[in-house]
């Protein structure tokens, strides 16, 4: 089986790709930003150093991200790493400890993003999400679930999200580069139709 990395901006697709990879090829899914949540709320001596970084608005450092992975991985199963790695020092962290197959990345515009999350509504009642473009309430402005008023959330106005986006490219630019160069990288088009992302995605890991 093997070891694929998924990457993508904010935006992309990365988790219905993810879900789909986990459900139809059987990946273990390593997700360090879900591993770091249940490492928190469990209060476990790993969660609680975490937390302190994360409490004090720092980047958690790698070590501490890479011992997380190195206790999840596990040599039978293929493992799908998702938010990770996030610096080449973390992928080359990873190698000390397992192999690398694939690593699909997928490309999105900018304006694509934009458009996708700037039209992301919550309920501020229940929380429901929803989407004008994709997935609109019956009643606009509306919750389905219990009539609450929808909003816009701070993070998916226009202007955060093309920020958001510009700070992903930068930041991701060497790791992609990174595995550019060892010829694993493969580029998957994702302002496509979710269908044909996901065949594009499964035709990269042949
Ligand atoms: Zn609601």
Same mark, same amino acid.
């Given at each position: 089986?093997?070891?694929?990395?998924?990457?993508?901006?904010?935006?992309?697709?990365?988790?219905?790709?993810?879900?789909?990879?986990?459900?139809?090829?059987?990946?273990?899914?390593?997700?360090?930003?879900?591993?770091?949540?249940?490492?928190?709320?469990?209060?476990?001596?790993?969660?609680?150093?975490?937390?302190?970084?994360?409490?004090?608005? !720092?980047?958690?450092? /790698? +070590? @501490?991200?890479?011992? =997380?992975?190195?206790? #999840? &991985?596990?040599?039978?199963? $293929?493992?799908?790493?998702?938010?990770?790695?996030?610096?080449?020092?973390?992928?080359?962290?990873?190698?000390?400890?397992?192999?690398?197959?694939?690593?699909?990345?997928? !490309?999105?515009?900018? /304006? +694509? @993003?934009?458009?996708? =999350?700037?039209?992301? #509504? &919550?309920?501020?009642?229940? $929380?429901?999400?929803?989407?004008?473009?994709?997935?609109?309430?019956?009643?606009?402005?509306?919750?389905?679930?219990?009539?609450?008023?929808?909003?816009?959330?701070?993070?998916?106005?226009?202007?955060?999200?093309?920020?958001?986006?510009?700070?992903?490219? #930068?930041?991701?630019?060497?790791?992609?580069?990174?595995?550019?160069?060892?010829?694993?990288?493969?580029?998957?088009?994702?302002?496509?139709?979710?269908?044909?992302?996901?065949?594009?995605?499964?035709?990269?890991?042949?």
């Amino acid at each position: 089986m093997r070891n694929v990395v998924l990457l993508g901006p904010p935006g992309a697709g990365k988790g219905t790709v993810a879900s789909r990879l986990v459900r139809e090829f059987g990946f273990l899914h390593v997700s360090t930003g879900d591993m770091l949540r249940e490492e928190v709320a469990r209060g476990t001596p790993l969660g609680q150093l975490a937390q302190g970084y994360m409490a004090r608005g !720092e980047l958690v450092p /790698d +070590e @501490v991200i890479l011992s =997380l992975v190195r206790q #999840r &991985v596990d040599a039978q199963k $293929g493992v799908l790493f998702d938010g990770f790695p996030r610096t080449v020092a973390q992928a080359e962290g990873l190698e000390r400890f397992t192999s690398v197959d694939v690593v699909v990345f997928l !490309e999105v515009e900018r /304006d +694509e @993003v934009v458009r996708r =999350l700037s039209s992301r #509504r &919550v309920c501020g009642t229940c $929380g429901a999400v929803y989407n004008l473009v994709t997935q609109p309430p019956r009643e606009p402005g509306k919750c389905d679930r219990c009539g609450g008023a929808l909003i816009q959330r701070e993070d998916d106005k226009p202007e955060v999200v093309a920020r958001r986006f510009e700070v992903y490219m #930068r930041d991701s630019a060497p790791l992609v580069a990174y595995y550019e160069r060892r010829g694993i990288l493969r580029r998957v088009r994702a302002d496509l139709p979710p269908e044909d992302v996901f065949r594009a995605v499964a035709e990269a890991l042949r």
